[in-house]
């Protein structure tokens, strides 16, 4: 489960950042949409499948409500599930205490 979610936690930062650094700039500046297109329904399924992972964490975990918010709030922003995965999970896939 850890590693699954880490995976995804990565996956959905990728292409929030591919979203936001590559296909807006050439949907709206150069006037071409297709990649938007492709990397925003990729970045859809990836956010939801980090949510649904979350939520499952927290509750096989029996994390808080508080820290999901933490989990889920990281996700709208940008970096924010690189941090995640960084604060809460280590390396070698052992949960960090906080």
Known sequence: MIP???AIAIA???SFLLLM???MPLKYWAGIPEPNIYIGYAHGV???AYALMAI?????LK???KRFLILFVASLLPFGTFYI???Y???SGKLARG
């Open 21 to 23: 650094g590559f296909s």
């Open 12 to 14: 959905e930062g990728i």
């Open 63 to 65: 994390w808080s409500f």
């Open 56 to 60: 499952w964490v927290c509750y096989e």
């Open 46 to 48: 990836l956010f939801i």
């Open 85 to 87: 995965e960084q604060k």
């Open 89 to 91: 999970f280590h390396k």
């Open 4 to 6: 699954l979610f880490r």
